[in-house]
C-alpha cells in the first residue's frame, strides 16, 4: 500500500510525520516556537489544545486515532529545515 493511501497515524514506521503547533499551542506546552525542541505531550492533549475550528483534517486523520489509544508523543524539531511550530513525532505508546 502506497503513504497515499495509509492512515496519516499509522506511517510512523516507515516515515517521519510532522505535525503543527501554533504560537498559543507552544506556549502553553511551554515548546518553542522557534529554533531547536523536544517534548513529550499526550496526543490529546495536542488536540484539545487547538483553539477555533480545530485542525485541519490532516491533522485530525493523525490526531484522533492516537488520542483514541491514549498516546503520548515525543515532539522534536531540529535544524533550519523545519519551519516555526512544525515538529516531527514519534509515537512512545501509552
Known amino acids: 500500500m502506497s503513504n497515499a493511501t ?3 497515524a499509522d506511517q510512523t514506521a516507515t516515515q517521519n510525520p510532522t505535525i503543527y ?6 506556549a502553553y506546552f511551554d ?11 499526550a496526543a490529546e492533549a495536542i488536540l ?3 483553539g477555533g475550528d ?7 486523520d493523525i490526531l484522533i486515532p492516537l488520542s483514541k ?3 503520548i508523543l ?3 524539531r531540529k535544524g533550519a529545515l523545519m519551519g516555526p ?4 513525532f514519534e509515537n512512545l505508546g501509552v
Do not use: M
Not at 503547533?21 to 507552544?26: E, F, S, V
Not at 515548546?31 to 505531550?41: E, L, S
Not at 480545530?54 to 485530525?60: A, R, S
Open 85 to 88: 511550530g512544525w515538529f516531527t
Open 74 to 76: 515525543r515532539i522534536t
Open 6 to 8: 495509509q492512515n496519516p
Open 54 to 60: 480545530g485542525y485541519d483534517q490532516f491533522h485530525k
Open 21 to 26: 503547533l501554533d504560537q498559543k499551542q507552544c
Open 69 to 71: 489509544r491514549g498516546c
Open 48 to 50: 484539545k489544545s487547538k
Open 31 to 41: 515548546v518553542p516556537y522557534f529554533g531547536d525542541a523536544t517534548d513529550v505531550i
